[in-house]
Structure formats: C-alpha cells, structure tokens
C-alpha cells in the first residue's frame, strides 16, 4: 500500500490535486508528538504472517529507492488489533481486554461505502473509489494500568474483561444499552467509558475501519517503563467528520486517556487499485 500525503504538495507540484479532506491533522490530546515518528510523503504498510518477510519487503523497497527517497520512519506490529471480518475472533490488546468488537466488517459492502470508501462527494476525481488512512503510535502505560482493580478496569472500556460483552449485557456481540442504570441510579456502562464515547449510536452514526496492530519497543529509558501499546490504524472517507471528530471527543473525556498517550501519527491519502491491465497506481493522480 502506497499513500500520498499533504507535506509532499508544494514539493512535488501537486497543491492543486490536494484533496481538502486531506487537510493536516489538528492537536488532539491526549498527544505529545514525536516529530521523527510523524508525517512523512509515503506510507508503505508490509503485511505477513513471519515478520522477517514483512522486514525485507520493506528493506527491498528502501533499498530500490534509495537516492529518491529516505526512511523518514517505521513501526513494527504484531497481531490484529481489532476484527474486520464476519466470524473472526476478536483480538485482545496489550491490556487484556477484546478490542475491535464493533469494528466495521471488510466484506460488509454497504458500511464500507458508507464509511470507508470514498465517493463522488470528494473534490478531487482521483481519490473516488479509495480511502483516508489514519496512523497513531498509542503508547500504553502498562505498569499503571496493571496496578489498577479489575472493576475499573472494565468500567473504563465499558466491558467484561473476560467476556466481552457490554457491561449492560452477558455476550460479546450483544447491542450496548447505554441508557440501562443500576441500583444507584448510575449508568451501567460509566459516563466516561471508552465504548460509550466510541460508540456510533452515541456520535451520530460515524462509524470507522480501524485495522491496527500491537507494538514493543524495548523500554523508555527514562523511566524504565514498557514502550508498548497500539499502533492505530484507521480507513475513512473523511478524516475530518471521522477521526478528528471522535477523537476530540476521546481526548476530551475517555476515561482511558489516564492509561494512553499519543506520541506519533500520520495522514495519508489512498487512492485506489489498479483495476485494469496495463494500469499504474494513482495514474490519475500523476497523469
């Protein structure tokens, strides 16, 4: 997967082909960036299910472009964190809890159009037909979160950690009811727990493909904690309506920004596929 982003218009006389949903991201706590993992002109995303494959795809490719271009760059991952598929198991994060249970389904043709791919509504004709992505380096602070009851554990998700299911329910898949209360009078799924401020019923109706991974990288140095977390990664038609709206929202108050901290990000447009023989990748767009 290749992606153009906003930093490369003026350089590569592209300004009148920028899209204005691919306007740059705005600050959005909780982050503290770290300008050498932000930004950049290209993405380039290696899947596979051995590392050391995914390792030399891109070794190969910065070695083909070497000259042209330089690795500004890069995030290794492991497992999925988060289902995108009808009958996938859901993945638990690095915090123990299922992550992505509601995540928008790849082969759900109609939320796809609805919330991924984009259409005849964007000003620029070359981006019809393909996707916004999204990247966040969310470092976790473990060693807090392991210290803290599971009680407040599950009432900051707004989930049974073993489980699942909403708080307000018994399975994994069951609809959250975000207006059931217990005998205290007191929601049952917290006013500040992350499934309630994520939840589309609650935000109206946006919806996003999220299609991160886990990360490690050794420990932070000054504190000898874990640098682990998420490394988030979301398709949406309109970063704009989508993630910049929730997040501001998140940021704001989820009860899990006491555990979370945004330290890299990235926006990148993806046009899409070649679908004919002979075709070249973003030809509109180069033409």
């Not at 205290?184 to 994520?198: F, T």
């Not at 946006?206 to 990360?215: K, M």
Request: proline share 5%; hydrophobic share 40%.
């Amino acid at each position: 997967m290749q992606t153009w982003t906003a930093a490369a218009a003026d350089r590569f006389g592209l300004a009148d082909r920028r899209p204005a949903a691919l306007a740059d991201l705005p600050h959005l706590p909780p982050a503290d960036l770290d300008p050498d993992r932000s930004g950049g002109d290209l993405a380039i995303q290696a899947c596979a299910d051995d590392p050391l494959v995914a390792f030399h795809a891109i070794r190969n490719l910065a070695r083909i472009g070497r000259d042209t271009v330089v690795m500004r760059w890069s995030q290794l991952g492991f497992g999925k964190a988060a289902s995108n598929g009808a009958g996938q198991q859901t993945p638990r994060n690095l915090m123990g809890f299922k992550d992505g249970t509601r995540n928008i389904h790849g082969d759900d043709t109609a939320l796809m159009d609805q919330h991924v791919w984009v259409g005849k509504e964007t000003d620029q004709a070359w981006m019809r037909g393909g996707s916004y992505l999204v990247a966040r380096r969310i470092r976790m602070r473990i060693e807090g979160w392991d210290r803290d009851y599971l009680a407040d554990q599950q009432n900051v998700f707004g989930r049974y950690k073993y489980s699942g299911a909403p708080l307000a329910g018994s399975k994994e898949f069951d609809t959250p009811d975000f207006k059931a209360k217990g005998a205290d009078g007191r929601p049952v799924i917290p006013a500040k727990a992350h499934m309630r401020l994520a939840a589309h019923e609650n935000n109206g109706g946006i919806r996003i493909l999220r299609r991160g991974y886990s990360f490690t990288d050794g420990i932070v140095a000054a504190s000898g904690e874990l640098d682990s977390g998420l490394f988030f990664i979301a398709f949406q038609k309109d970063p704009r309506e989508q993630f910049v709206a929730l997040q501001r929202k998140l940021g704001m108050n989820d009860a899990l920004n006491e555990y979370i901290q945004h330290v890299g990000s990235g926006l990148f447009a993806c046009p899409p596929g070649v679908t004919a023989p002979g075709g070249t990748w973003a030809e509109e767009l180069l033409a």
